[in-house]
Each structure stands twice: as structure tokens, then as C-alpha cells.
């Protein structure tokens, strides 16, 4: 048997077309990672999602299991991406929040853990900003596993296709506000790195 550990849901603000996956005591990943699913890639020490809508809240469900579990059915896009926990706590959150009101991934303690990202809803309102209500849905297994590349299991959505078909240093998203040359950038920098534990 394969039942999931402690299961859960709730809404995860996105931003910039993401939210992500962090340890609070250190990086998950140590590089980025450059195979361009489309919906779940490692950057700047956190695992990255990637949503359709540019700015709100989205459903999640975190889902972590003993071993390897079949891919949930009914979903549009489906990918896979290793990672390390250090602390054994590896939580959903939006770039800038604290952590998501849903259990660990990492529920077998620190080490490394492979993820499988559920995208179900990223075509419905892309590049909108906050909704009336929230439009997409994700479910995220875990499960420990040596590290291994990241694998694109099922592409069948509109959003990731497009974002597929860009060059990579073409997806992030830019805002002047985001310059470390004004004060506005410097502090979400400093918030940013905070959030990885990054105080340097």
C-alpha cells in the first residue's frame, strides 16, 4: 500500500506566474535547472511553479507519499522535478509569504524527495490579475527518491506549450520595479533572499 501521509488544500497566492516550493533552512536546489517543462523548473534555491495567471490565488494540494505513486488522472499538465530537503520541511508559498497553511512535502524527514506537479486550469485567464475566484488548480505528490532530471510527463495545455516554445532567459519576468537600482527592487531583493534564508 501507497496511502498519501497527511494530505491538504488551500489557496496559494501566485505572483510574476509563480509560486514555489522552499526550505526554510536552506536551498532545495543548487542549480537552475534548464530542462524548460513548462510548469515546475529549480531557481535562485527554491522550486519554481509556473501559473497561467500573472497575479492571484490558486488551489493547491499537497499530497507527500512513502514511495512512488501513479500520476493523478483528470489533469492537463503534468511534470516532475527532484529536490533536497535539509530540514525535512519543505513547504508551498508565494514568493514574498509565508508558507501556505498545508502539510510538509519533505513528511520522511531531511533528504532528497521527487515532486510531481498537477496543472490543471492554466489556460483559463493568462496574464490575468487577481480574480473573483481562483481558476486553476495544482496538485503536488512527493515522495523520496535520489535526485534524477527533471521529466515533462503529460503536455497537453495551451500556457505551458507557449511558455515551452520561448528561450529560457525569456520567461522571467521583469519589472522596473524589480531593479536592484531603486529602492523598491533592493527591498524585495532583501525579502526574496530572506525567504531562502539567504541574510547575506
Given at each position: 500500500?501507497?496511502e498519501p501521509a497527511?494530505t491538504?488544500?488551500?489557496?496559494?497566492?501566485?505572483e510574476?506566474?509563480?509560486?514555489?516550493?522552499?526550505?526554510?533552512q536552506?536551498?532545495?536546489?543548487?542549480d537552475?535547472?534548464a530542462?524548460?517543462?513548462?510548469?515546475?523548473?529549480?531557481?535562485?534555491?527554491?522550486?519554481?511553479?509556473?501559473t497561467?495567471?500573472?497575479?492571484g490565488?490558486?488551489?493547491?494540494?499537497?499530497?507527500?507519499?512513502?514511495?512512488?505513486?501513479?500520476p493523478?488522472?483528470?489533469w492537463?499538465?503534468?511534470?516532475?522535478?527532484?529536490?533536497?530537503?535539509?530540514s525535512?520541511?519543505?513547504f508551498?508559498?508565494?514568493?514574498?509569504d509565508?508558507?501556505?497553511?498545508?502539510?510538509?512535502?519533505?513528511?520522511?524527514?531531511p533528504g532528497?524527495y521527487?515532486?510531481?506537479v498537477?496543472?490543471?486550469?492554466?489556460?483559463?485567464?493568462?496574464?490575468?490579475?487577481?480574480l473573483?475566484e481562483?481558476v486553476?488548480?495544482?496538485?503536488?505528490?512527493?515522495?523520496?527518491?535520489?535526485?534524477?532530471?527533471?521529466?515533462?510527463?503529460?503536455?497537453?495545455?495551451?500556457?505551458?506549450?507557449?511558455?515551452?516554445?520561448?528561450?529560457a532567459?525569456?520567461?522571467?519576468?521583469?519589472?522596473h520595479?524589480?531593479?536592484?537600482?531603486?529602492?523598491?527592487?533592493?527591498?524585495?531583493?532583501i525579502?526574496?533572499?530572506?525567504?531562502?534564508?539567504?541574510?547575506?
Amino acid at each position: 500500500m501507497n496511502e498519501p501521509a497527511r494530505t491538504g488544500t488551500a489557496l496559494v497566492h501566485a505572483e510574476y506566474h509563480l509560486f514555489q516550493i522552499t526550505d526554510p533552512q536552506g536551498p532545495v536546489a543548487d542549480d537552475p535547472d534548464a530542462s524548460h517543462t513548462g510548469l515546475v523548473a529549480a531557481d535562485g534555491g527554491a522550486i519554481e511553479v509556473t501559473t497561467g495567471i500573472h497575479t492571484g490565488d490558486v488551489h493547491v494540494t499537497v499530497e507527500p507519499h512513502s514511495k512512488r505513486p501513479n500520476p493523478a488522472q483528470g489533469w492537463e499538465e503534468i511534470a516532475e522535478i527532484s529536490c533536497n530537503s535539509p530540514s525535512g520541511e519543505l513547504f508551498v508559498t508565494s514568493s514574498m509569504d509565508d508558507p501556505a497553511d498545508l502539510p510538509s512535502l519533505a513528511h520522511q524527514g531531511p533528504g532528497s524527495y521527487r515532486l510531481r506537479v498537477h496543472a490543471r486550469g492554466r489556460d483559463r485567464a493568462v496574464d490575468q490579475t487577481t480574480l473573483d475566484e481562483a481558476v486553476e488548480s495544482y496538485l503536488i505528490q512527493s515522495w523520496p527518491a535520489a535526485p534524477q532530471d527533471a521529466l515533462l510527463v503529460q503536455p497537453t495545455d495551451t500556457y505551458g506549450a507557449q511558455v515551452r516554445a520561448q528561450p529560457a532567459e525569456d520567461t522571467i519576468v521583469v519589472d522596473h520595479e524589480d531593479s536592484l537600482d531603486t529602492q523598491i527592487g533592493r527591498e524585495r531583493d532583501i525579502l526574496r533572499r530572506a525567504g531562502r534564508g539567504d541574510y547575506s
